[in-house]
């Protein structure tokens, strides 16, 4: 499963960024999603997971309310819809996959994307 991520980008405090993530497996349909973020000299956290069908979601509580996890399965395409964005946002943002859903840090996704900088200035 190769997966590549895109949509990072400089924005300032308080507005929006759409990432995107594709993925290169035409039974995308069968994995769970992720997004991980990792800021510098911090450890990786993950930021949101969704289940295969989308009927299940969860987002860490510094995004609640702010952030959105989507996919479209006819696209192979996993989203995240960020809103209202804060300096503490900036971070390398990964897109992750496996056939098992799990939602916590200490998830273990077997597939990873590139990562895309995502940079929020105050």
């Known amino acids: 499963v190769q997966l590549q991520a895109s949509g990072g980008g400089l924005v300032q405090a308080g507005g929006s960024l759409n990432l995107s993530c594709t993925a290169s497996v035409p039974t995308f349909k069968n994995y769970a999603m992720a997004w991980f973020r990792q800021a510098p000299g911090k450890d990786r956290d993950i930021v949101a997971t969704?289940?295969?069908?989308?009927?299940?979601?969860d987002h860490a509580d510094s995004v609640k309310g702010r952030f959105t996890i989507s996919r479209d399965n006819a696209k192979n395409t996993v989203y995240l819809r960020m809103t209202s964005l804060k300096p503490e946002d900036t971070a390398v943002y990964y897109c992750?996959?496996?056939?098992?859903?799990?939602?916590?840090?200490?998830?273990?996704?077997?597939?990873w994307g590139q990562g895309t900088q995502v940079t929020v200035s105050s």
């Open positions: 992750a996959a496996d056939l098992y859903y799990c939602s916590g840090n200490t998830c273990k996704y077997d597939y």
């Open positions: 969704i289940t295969w069908n989308g009927g299940l979601t």
